[in-house]
């Protein structure tokens, strides 16, 4: 079974700064997708980022950008210019490619704190 | 603009009491999901459909019971809940394919089992 770990219970960042989290996952596929969720204290899951492991090109959206390492089965978040909003707990998740079999395995989390 | 509701949002158990939490997506979506959050341990999958009429069983799937009503509505059902069901569960939604394969979730609803 794939596990997902995420090794960085809590992080705290000065807003305005940058903070990488980290990811790694363990598979034996070779296609297969990559989520980054963000769940703030209203408990809604938001997803941030995707990642597909045939693509070598690491995805971005706005302040978010992810560093995939294939070989290494890394799958770190950086958020640069960190706003108040940021504020909240992330989710790591890995998804098999299989057609109709879409499940997300989810690690425990990180805890982001933006100090002001 | 609703995307996934989950109903309800809290509720309050006794031991060996029962319900049903329900889930409706309105984004035309294939496969539905139900999971459980517990605290220190992320999201876990307790079951899936990933179409109409078929369900699977995932990670956790003792002590509940689920169904498809239609391509819209997957429900989650407790038949005797136990305290160990306290939990925050998520219902989400998908298309399926190389492209659509995002999952969208429901607000979550609150569980306590006393």
């Known amino acids: 079974a794939q596990t997902v770990t995420q090794s960085q219970p809590e992080m705290s960042v000065q807003e305005a700064e940058t903070v990488t989290l980290s990811c790694t996952y363990d598979t034996s596929e070779s296609d297969y997708y990559l989520f980054w969720y963000k769940q703030p204290p209203s408990r809604q899951m938001i997803l941030v980022i995707r990642q597909e492991a045939y693509k070598q090109q690491n995805a971005t959206e706005n302040r978010f950008s992810v560093n995939f390492q294939k070989a290494a089965k890394s799958f770190s978040l950086k958020i640069s210019d960190s706003q108040l909003g940021d504020a909240a707990m992330y989710f790591c998740a890995y998804m098999e490619s299989n057609f109709g079999n879409e499940k997300l395995t989810f690690g425990t989390g990180t805890r982001l704190t933006i100090i002001p | 603009n609703a995307g996934v509701t989950q109903t309800p949002k809290f509720q309050v158990l006794k031991t060996g009491q029962s319900m049903t939490l329900q889930c409706a997506q309105d984004?035309?979506?294939?496969?539905m999901y139900w999971y459980r959050q517990d605290p220190g341990m992320g999201l876990r999958l307790i079951y899936y459909s990933a179409s109409e009429g078929t369900t699977d069983k995932g990670e956790v799937p003792n002590g509940y019971n689920v169904s498809r009503l239609n391509k819209r509505e997957f429900s989650l059902r407790l038949e005797s809940a136990a305290p160990s069901q306290t939990s925050v569960y998520f219902c989400?939604?998908?298309?399926?394919?190389?492209?659509?394969?995002?999952?969208?979730f429901g607000a979550g609803t609150r569980l306590s089992v006393l």
């Open positions: 984004m035309n979506h294939n496969s």
């Open positions: 989400a939604s998908s298309d399926r394919g190389r492209a659509k394969n995002i999952q969208y």
